[in-house]
Nanobody, 126 residues
Framework: QVQLVESGGGLVQPGGSLRLSCATSGFILDEYAVGWFRQAPGKEREGVSCISNYDGMPKYLDSVEGRFTISKDSAKNTVYLQMNNLTPEDTAVYYC???????????????????WGQGTQVTVSS
Protein backbone atom coordinates (compact mmCIF):
# COMPACT_ATOMS: atom_id res chain seq x y z
CA GLN A 1 0.00 0.00 0.00
CA VAL A 2 0.99 3.63 -0.42
CA GLN A 3 2.87 4.95 2.59
CA LEU A 4 4.21 8.42 3.31
CA VAL A 5 6.34 9.24 6.35
CA GLU A 6 7.40 12.80 7.09
CA SER A 7 10.42 13.79 9.14
CA GLY A 8 12.65 16.78 9.74
CA GLY A 9 10.35 19.06 11.67
CA GLY A 10 11.36 20.81 14.84
CA LEU A 11 11.83 24.10 16.62
CA VAL A 12 13.68 26.83 14.76
CA GLN A 13 14.17 30.56 15.27
CA PRO A 14 12.79 33.11 12.83
CA GLY A 15 15.08 33.37 9.84
CA GLY A 16 16.24 29.81 10.25
CA SER A 17 15.94 26.84 7.93
CA LEU A 18 14.63 23.30 7.99
CA ARG A 19 14.48 20.53 5.45
CA LEU A 20 11.51 18.21 5.60
CA SER A 21 11.66 14.74 4.12
CA CYS A 22 8.84 12.48 2.95
CA ALA A 23 9.86 8.86 2.62
CA THR A 24 7.52 7.06 0.23
CA SER A 25 6.82 3.43 -0.48
CA GLY A 26 4.27 1.28 -2.26
CA PHE A 27 4.20 3.25 -5.49
CA ILE A 28 6.35 4.65 -8.27
CA LEU A 29 7.07 8.19 -7.19
CA ASP A 30 7.28 9.71 -10.66
CA GLU A 31 3.79 8.46 -11.54
CA TYR A 32 2.21 10.46 -8.71
CA ALA A 33 1.61 14.09 -8.06
CA VAL A 34 3.15 14.94 -4.69
CA GLY A 35 2.75 17.89 -2.42
CA TRP A 36 3.33 19.44 0.95
CA PHE A 37 0.43 20.82 2.96
CA ARG A 38 0.26 22.41 6.37
CA GLN A 39 -2.28 23.09 9.05
CA ALA A 40 -1.88 25.54 11.90
CA PRO A 41 -4.06 25.41 15.04
CA GLY A 42 -7.50 26.82 14.35
CA LYS A 43 -6.84 27.23 10.64
CA GLU A 44 -7.73 25.26 7.55
CA ARG A 45 -5.21 23.10 5.78
CA GLU A 46 -3.42 24.86 2.96
CA GLY A 47 -1.24 23.69 0.12
CA VAL A 48 2.38 24.77 0.41
CA SER A 49 4.10 23.26 -2.58
CA CYS A 50 3.62 20.45 -5.07
CA ILE A 51 5.08 18.78 -8.13
CA SER A 52 2.75 18.00 -10.98
CA ASN A 53 2.75 14.55 -12.55
CA TYR A 54 1.41 16.13 -15.74
CA ASP A 55 4.20 18.57 -16.57
CA GLY A 56 6.71 17.92 -13.78
CA MET A 57 6.57 21.54 -12.71
CA PRO A 58 6.55 22.74 -9.10
CA LYS A 59 4.04 25.14 -7.67
CA TYR A 60 4.22 27.21 -4.50
CA LEU A 61 1.91 29.01 -2.17
CA ASP A 62 2.48 32.72 -2.76
CA SER A 63 3.65 33.32 0.80
CA VAL A 64 6.46 30.75 0.50
CA GLU A 65 7.56 31.50 -3.06
CA GLY A 66 11.28 32.17 -3.09
CA ARG A 67 11.77 30.79 0.41
CA PHE A 68 10.74 27.14 0.01
CA THR A 69 11.94 24.63 -2.56
CA ILE A 70 10.30 21.29 -3.30
CA SER A 71 12.33 18.49 -4.82
CA LYS A 72 12.35 14.74 -5.11
CA ASP A 73 14.90 11.99 -5.37
CA SER A 74 13.18 9.18 -7.23
CA ALA A 75 16.04 6.75 -6.60
CA LYS A 76 15.52 7.24 -2.86
CA ASN A 77 11.73 7.45 -3.11
CA THR A 78 11.89 10.68 -1.14
CA VAL A 79 10.31 14.11 -1.48
CA TYR A 80 11.89 17.11 0.20
CA LEU A 81 10.82 20.56 1.23
CA GLN A 82 13.67 22.95 1.90
CA MET A 83 12.38 25.84 4.00
CA ASN A 84 14.47 28.97 4.38
CA ASN A 85 13.89 32.32 6.06
CA LEU A 86 11.22 30.85 8.25
CA THR A 87 8.74 33.07 10.04
CA PRO A 88 6.31 32.38 12.90
CA GLU A 89 3.51 32.25 10.31
CA ASP A 90 5.11 29.08 8.98
CA THR A 91 4.38 27.28 12.25
CA ALA A 92 2.15 24.31 11.50
CA VAL A 93 1.98 20.57 11.15
CA TYR A 94 3.33 19.76 7.70
CA TYR A 95 1.94 16.83 5.75
CA CYS A 96 3.19 15.04 2.69
CA UNK A 97 0.54 13.93 0.20
CA UNK A 98 0.43 11.96 -3.03
CA UNK A 99 -2.10 10.93 -5.64
CA UNK A 100 -2.09 8.95 -8.85
CA UNK A 101 -4.67 11.33 -10.28
CA UNK A 102 -3.49 13.40 -13.21
CA UNK A 103 -2.84 16.86 -11.74
CA UNK A 104 -1.46 19.75 -13.68
CA UNK A 105 0.58 22.41 -11.95
CA UNK A 106 -2.54 24.59 -11.85
CA UNK A 107 -4.36 22.06 -9.68
CA UNK A 108 -1.75 20.24 -7.64
CA UNK A 109 -2.23 22.44 -4.56
CA UNK A 110 -5.94 21.70 -4.49
CA UNK A 111 -7.92 19.17 -2.51
CA UNK A 112 -7.21 16.18 -4.73
CA UNK A 113 -5.00 13.94 -2.62
CA UNK A 114 -5.97 10.58 -1.25
CA UNK A 115 -2.70 9.54 0.40
CA TRP A 116 -1.32 11.35 3.43
CA GLY A 117 1.50 11.05 5.89
CA GLN A 118 1.19 11.46 9.62
CA GLY A 119 2.64 14.96 9.71
CA THR A 120 5.65 16.61 11.27
CA GLN A 121 5.54 19.65 13.53
CA VAL A 122 7.36 22.81 12.51
CA THR A 123 7.54 25.54 15.13
CA VAL A 124 9.15 28.89 14.36
CA SER A 125 9.65 30.90 17.52
CA SER A 126 12.18 32.96 19.43
Amino acid sequence: QVQLVESGGGLVQPGGSLRLSCATSGFILDEYAVGWFRQAPGKEREGVSCISNYDGMPKYLDSVEGRFTISKDSAKNTVYLQMNNLTPEDTAVYYCAATSDWLSRSYCLGNHYNNWGQGTQVTVSS
